[in-house]
């Protein structure tokens, strides 16, 4: 009997990994075939043989890409898009969801408010009327236009709400007999044992913004102004069906796929440096042990 | 301190809203205002003239078409500082007209491009002269009046190469017909050179080693297809060869598909994707007619018997591609320019193999029956009240005509961005006789024949004949040529003079643009049509679910949109 249980659970068990396994494999496969293209040569690539080893090893196109003074401007672009929107978002989010997470006792327009960002989160007004927006606000082709419109990302918001939320009120009430102002208190109690929150939401800013590539296409009038991910994305933009001279023109030195491989091989980079810094903070039960019930 | 705030703020957009109407009223103002009368005269005879110089620099705004290549093309060469807003065409133009572009916009020429037209469109502020793509866009910027007429600049201003290039389209297909409303010329249209007829590619090294002939007819193509299955062609002892590849699509957008087999079905009297006019003088949808049930019958034959790919139907383009230059494929349908295409480049370099285009499989009358493509491919359009609308003109002008007989050194720039394709012309509109391709052909061939000299040759041509000769030279020596002179020279030479020497009829499609009820039916038909032909090619179902097909997809708007079709026609 106790046999036949286990048997059920391995199975169940044996499943769960491969369903783990085989989403874990739909995700990185295509990642290692994009490395094996980057370093194989193009004549390989052109014909299909490359799968998840490279084919005729060679890393010309990395040598190449040095010279390709675009990529490297719209590398610096993204990096201080990353940085300056980052920093703009946490800066909402954080002030934001602090008086938001206080009860209604304190906070008697707190639904109010809620509901505006909830509404603001299942309706927006669509690419056009945005669009006229930051036209009109002459923010086209200056970097404000990649950070302000998503200034306050109201997902995280409402997770940072929620774990504020989860914050002991007891920490809150010592601080307040203490004589710390509101400010003190979210500062000096709240952020500190927020940090998995915090660099969870941080995290979420810098992946959104570093591969976001639509804003670039929309608020950027002149190509020298891309975003890394907007300059890689028209990249790849399908011309295999020629419709005019001059794209038969164009396809006669099309620059190979091992090439535009490689670009999105060295983007991603960055993304997979500060990734480890910030799982660290991933481990949960930092604030327990702040308080002795 | 709120109120006060918002009084401070209040003055500031004030002032700032009074100094931008002072300087947009300046722009606005009479550009001959306070010249002298000899200023006014030369400024207007700059203005008549199709190649008049302004007596100083005129700048106008407008949208930059992109090639979605690297920068890293111009790495290297003299060019790689330049910009869309300085590079070889434009300091051409400066130095001819002196005129100079200042980008509004730029973006990759296809969907990129013709969305920021929309956004440009949408926010009330289009550029003073751009490209637009699409016929639906030009026709909202003629109804929202937006855009200058340039019936008087094209009557007066127009170089006779874009004139007579034109016209070699025929009355009835002239592309000024398109962007004539009214009797007023609102556009001045880009032609679509005719892309020919699609032929049969075979591996001619192929077809020697087995004794065979080119194929003409669909029996003697499926002789050929099953050899190239059954016999071994690349000889290496192992059954791994196959037959025809087939695009997932199977057929449309004629002859630009390339692995499509349009001509499987023209070669029998059937017209899939395209308005055709019918016996009563109506248009009709050609997918939809009794003519498609013997191709379809046809090819599920062929699938049957593996002569065409197994698994076409889930093949990428790619795949086709990897098949072709791994040897595994001799045979596929494609145009003139597949030369161009990777699956012949590589298969040139690795496999010494040799493409040969072949008429077939051809009609009754022993030619292919084809399909004729639409004579223009975009619009260039000037906003209304700029002050200098003949400068679209101009620039038309010198990129069609002008800078392709320039042979002093200004040109010499141009000539060589050409061949390294990263930047376009600004307005990206080159005028050009529908069988543009074929009149350069036969100007090279006269050369490579003597019978001409090579200075007779446009900028344009002298590239192809040089890539001919480098070509040529090196098969001579007993090396390989450079891949992108292989393409050239096939393409242009062996191929183009195939087009020339066997010509094929062409169907002028009844309609060619979109109706009011396509925008929200016409992709789930399509995609009924096409799981149906997919269906039946590979034998999941008999042809007799083509006429279900026809009911059903009449009832589901097939019968709306035909009816507004011919309204449109009979406007």
Redesign the interface.
């Known amino acids: 009997m106790v046999q036949k249980v286990s048997v059920g659970t391995r199975l169940a068990k044996a499943a769960i990994w491969l369903i783990v396994i085989l989403m874990t494999a739909s995700c990185l496969l295509p990642l290692v075939n994009m490395v094996a293209i980057s370093f194989s040569s193009s ?1 390989a690539v ?4 490359v799968g998840l080893w490279p084919v005729e090893f060679t890393a010309t196109t990395y040598q ?2 040095l ?5 490297w401007a719209s590398f610096w672009i993204s990096v201080q898009r990353v940085v300056l929107g980052t920093l703009i978002n946490m800066f909402f989010v954080i002030s934001m969801a602090y008086p938001l997470s206080k009860s209604k006792l304190r906070f008697p327009a707190r639904e109010i408010y809620i509901k505006i960002v909830i509404f603001a989160m299942l309706f927006s007004g669509g690419i ?1 009327p945005l ?2 927006v930051v ?1 009109k606000l002459h923010m086209i082709n200056s970097i404000w236009a990649l950070v302000l419109p998503g200034a306050v990302p109201v997902f995280n918001v409402i997770l940072m709400i929620n774990f504020f939320k989860g914050v002991p009120t007891s920490l809150d009430e010592a601080a307040c007999i203490d004589g710390a102002s509101p400010l003190t208190i979210l500062v000096k109690i709240y952020l500190p044992v927020s940090l998995p929150a915090l660099a969870t939401v941080a995290l979420f800013s810098i992946v959104n913004h570093w591969n976001d590539y639509f804003s670039g ?2 608020y950027m ?4 102004l891309y975003p890394l991910q907007t300059y890689i994305q ?4 399908d ?8 794209q ?8 190979n796929r091992a ?2 491989a490689t ?1 999105i091989v060295v983007s991603t980079i960055p993304l997979l440096i500060i990734y480890p810094f910030l799982q660290k903070y991933f481990v949960s039960g930092i604030v327990i042990g702040a308080v002795k019930e | 301190m709120n109120r006060k705030w918002l009084k401070a703020f209040t003055l500031l957009a004030a002032v700032t809203m009074g100094v931008m109407s002072v300087t947009s009223c300046g722009n606005a103002n009479d550009p001959t205002a306070g010249m002298t009368e000899e200023e006014k005269a030369a400024w207007a005879a700059a203005a008549s003239d199709p190649y008049g110089k302004y007596p100083e620099l005129v700048t106008y705004t407008t949208g930059y078409n992109l090639t979605n290549q690297g920068s890293d093309v111009l790495a290297g060469t003299p060019y790689e500082n330049d910009t869309p807003e300085n590079n070889a065409y434009t300091r051409y133009l400066k130095e001819l007209l002196n005129v100079q572009n200042e980008n509004a916009f730029e973006a990759v020429s296809g969907p990129d491009y013709n969305q920021k037209v929309s956004m440009a469109i949408a926010s009330g502020d289009i550029p003073d002269i751009m490209h637009v793509a699409d016929y639906e866009t030009l026709v909202d910027l003629v109804e929202s009046d937006l855009i200058a007429d340039l019936t008087d600049v094209y009557n007066n201003l127009a170089c006779d190469t874009v004139k007579a290039a034109y016209e070699s389209y025929g009355e009835e297909n002239n592309p000024l017909n398109t962007v004539t409303f009214d009797g007023k010329i609102m556009a001045i249209p880009k032609t679509q050179l005719s892309d020919g007829q699609d032929f049969l590619w075979l591996r001619k090294d192929w077809l020697d080693k087995l004794g065979l002939e080119e194929p003409s007819t669909l029996e003697e193509m499926e002789a050929v297809l099953k050899a190239f299955i059954e016999q071994d062609p690349d000889g290496n002892g192992q059954n791994d060869t196959m037959g025809l590849v087939v695009h997932s699509d199977v057929y449309g957008d004629y002859p630009n598909n390339t692995f499509a087999i349009d001509n499987v079905f023209t070669a029998l009297g059937a017209y899939p994707n395209i308005w055709i006019t019918a016996e009563d003088g109506s248009a009709v949808y050609g997918s939809v007619q009794e003519e498609m049930k013997q191709p379809l019958e046809l090819l599920s034959r062929w699938y049957q018997d593996g002569i065409i790919d197994k698994e076409f139907a889930t093949r990428t383009n790619d795949d086709i591609v990897g098949l072709i230059s791994t040897g595994k494929c001799g045979a596929f349908i494609g145009p003139w320019w597949a030369p161009f295409n990777q699956a012949q480049t590589s298969t040139y370099g690795s496999d010494d193999a040799e493409w040969v285009n072949v008429s077939a499989p051809v009609g009754e009358d022993g030619k292919i029956n084809a399909i004729s493509t639409k004579s223009y491919a975009g619009f260039v359009v000037v906003r209304k009240d700029f002050a200098y609308p003949e400068l679209a003109m101009k620039i038309v002008n010198v990129n069609s005509e002008y800078s392709k007989q320039d042979k002093t050194e200004t040109a010499a720039e141009v000539k060589e961005n050409q061949t390294l394709a990263y930047f376009n012309w600004p307005l990206y509109c080159e005028v050009q006789p529908g069988n543009n391709a074929e009149i350069m052909t036969q100007h090279v061939l006269d050369v490579m024949d003597g019978k001409a000299d090579a200075s007779t040759l446009t900028t344009e041509e002298a590239g192809y004949y040089e890539s001919a000769v480098r070509f040529l030279e090196a098969e001579e020596a007993g090396q390989k040529a450079d891949a992108a002179d292989y393409s050239q020279y096939t393409a242009r030479i062996p191929a183009m003079t195939r087009m020339i020497n066997e010509p094929a009829n062409f169907l002028v499609p009844a309609f060619f643009e979109t109706t009011d009820s396509m925008g929200s039916r016409w992709a789930s038909l399509e995609k009924m049509e096409m799981e149906t032909v997919l269906k039946i090619i590979t034998g999941e179902q008999d042809i007799s679910t083509f006429d279900t097909f026809v009911e059903e997809w009449k009832k589901a708007g097939g019968d709306t949109i035909t009816e507004e079709v011919n309204e449109v026609i009979a406007k």
Do not use: C, R
């Open positions: 004549n052109a014909s299909n043989q190449k890409l010279n390709d003074s675009q990529f056009i669009f006229m036209s296409l929309l009038n002149k190509a020298s028209q990249l790849t933009v011309i295999t069906q020629i419709t005019d001279a001059e038969l023109k164009q396809l006669s030195t099309m620059s090439f535009n670009k």
